[in-house]
T-cell receptor, first 114, second 109 residues
Framework: NAGVTQTPKFQVLKTGQSMTLQCAQD?????MYWYRQDPGMGLRLIYY???????DKGEVPNGYNVSRLNKREFSLRLESAAPSQTSVYFC?????????????FGNGTRLTVT | QKEVEQNSGPLSVPEGAIASLNCTYS??????FFWYRQYSGKSPELIMS????GDKEDGRFTAQLNKASQYVSLLIRDSQPSDSATYLC?????????FGTGTSLTVIP
């Protein structure tokens, strides 16, 4: 049982380049999330998808777009990368978006924008 | 802005001692509370969840919740060097998770 799988694990981009971070879960969860983690800032929500077909902005959505491709997959796109987007990105899923469903995290993508 | 506050540490305890990690939150209507452990360079993993006032025990871990004081804590008994990690407090309000910045714990052999 793989849980939440993220690709790639590492990525280096130049300012202005674009890329898509991929995330897939095999736990039949309804809700999926993208977080970024920066030193001293904790985990901050970028976008989430409460259920297939829906997406909503989180705390720090600027510069990002998402697609909930199907129930399993939720991708995050950086259209024009900026150095401020250097971070560790985590995808997570939960059974649903009700308050008692814990998040299960993928292994993360370490992104550096030069 | 929902706030979740944790002492960043570092917290150092000797092997076999009790480690006490604390978290306060600002929103009185917060409903669920989780503790995650994160090893350096790894992703957060769920340790405990607690939803009602009081204590909840799971092995060497005990979570304590006091909604009136807006306070949640994690006790680790018989601390082991393998417990050395950053511990993240997560508070759920509505359908949103809010994370503290984490407390770094070092267990000294």
């Amino acid at each position: 049982n793989a849980g939440v799988t993220q690709t790639p694990k590492f990525q280096v981009l130049k300012t202005g380049q674009s890329m898509t971070l991929q995330c897939a879960q095999d736990m039949n969860h309804n809700s999926m999330y993208w977080y970024r983690q920066d030193p001293g800032m904790g985990l901050r929500l970028i976008y989430y998808s409460a259920s297939e077909g829906t997406t909503d902005k989180g705390e720090v959505p600027n510069g990002y777009n998402v697609s909930r491709l199907n129930k399993r997959e939720f991708s995050l796109r950086l259209e024009s990368a900026a150095p401020s987007q250097t971070s560790v990105y985590f995808c997570a899923s939960s059974e649903d978006s009700w308050f008692n469903s814990p998040l299960h995290f993928g292994n993360g993508t370490r992104l550096t924008v030069t | 802005q929902k706030e979740v506050e944790q002492n960043s540490g570092p917290l150092s305890v000797p092997e076999g001692a009790i480690a006490s990690l604390n978290c306060t939150y600002s929103d009185r209507v917060s409903q669920s509370f989780f503790w995650y452990r994160q090893y350096s360079g790894k992703s957060p993993e769920l340790i405990m969840s607690i939803y009602s006032n009081g204590d909840k025990e799971d092995g060497r871990f005990t979570a304590q919740l006091n909604k009136a004081s807006q306070y949640v804590s994690l006790l680790i008994r018989d601390s082991q060097p393998s417990d050395s990690a950053t511990y993240l407090c997560a508070v759920v309000t509505g359908n949103q998770f809010y994370f503290g910045t984490g407390t770094s714990l070092t267990v000294i052999p």
